[in-house]
């Protein structure tokens, strides 16, 4: 069935640093890409989108890539700070498509180190 | 505002209890999901719904059931709880058109004593 393997699943840098988080896909026929932050005790919340037709998106110290040839997709965090201690869920979807369901990873808990 | 809300935020009770968690929103989307999530682990799809009288069976029905008789409401009914129902239930809603992008509830955090 269709799935998406993240790694790693526990991640420490030190602040300032940068993290990569990276995802792989099973379904080619995913086109929407998106990157959820779960701060502890909140709900997971969306932080970046990418959609098939692009390779690369940025927001601020935040950017998604995306290599469809090889189904990978991976989130970048530059400079990174104490607030972007958190587990952070990527997903796929054939977004646009009424029948389709989400299909999320397995998290990774990134701990920025003072 | 538009918002997702789900009802008890905290619940304990004893094994063998029927017991129905709440979950509605005004975001006026379609489609709606119940995962079950222990603190800062997997996401667990457990139900969905594209919409009124449709629901669907996720990776991890965990013997509970849904209902979508109204557009904003889908509630979760665990018909006996057990102590491996203990963990912390997300509902989420999304469109139908355009992205994917779910938005969460707050979550209710059940246990199964």
């Known amino acids: 069935g269709e799935n998406v393997e993240q790694h790693p699943s526990t991640l420490s840098v030190q602040e300032g640093d940068s993290a990569v988080i990276k995802c792989t896909y099973s379904d080619s026929a995913s086109n929407y890409f998106p990157w959820y932050k779960q701060e502890l005790g909140k709900r997971p919340q969306l932080i970046i989108d990418?959609?098939?037709?692009?390779g690369e998106k940025k927001d601020q110290r935040i950017a998604v890539t995306l290599n469809k040839t090889a189904k990978h997709f991976s989130l970048h965090i530059t400079e990174t700070q104490p607030e972007d201690s958190a587990v952070y869920f990527c997903a796929a979807s054939r977004g646009y498509s009424s029948a389709s369901k989400i299909i999320f990873g397995s998290g990774t808990r990134l701990s920025i180190r003072p | 505002e538009a918002d997702i809300y789900q009802t008890p935020r905290y619940l304990v009770i004893g094994t063998g209890k029927k017991i129905t968690l709440e979950c509605s929103q005004t975001?006026?989307?379609?489609?709606m999901y119940w995962y079950q999530q222990d603190p800062g682990m997997e996401l667990h799809l457990i139900h969905y719904s594209y919409g009124v009288n449709s629901t669907e069976k996720g990776d991890l029905s965990s013997e509970s059931t849904v209902s979508r008789i109204r557009t904003e409401h889908f509630p979760l009914t665990l018909e006996s709880a057990r102590p491996s129902h203990t963990s912390q239930y997300l509902c989420?809603?999304?469109?139908?058109?355009?992205?994917?992008?779910?938005?969460f509830g707050p979550g209710t955090r059940l246990t199964v004593l």
């Open positions: 989420a809603s999304s469109r139908t058109s355009g992205s994917n992008e779910q938005f």
């Open positions: 975001m006026g989307h379609d489609k």
């Open positions: 990418i959609r098939s037709n692009v």
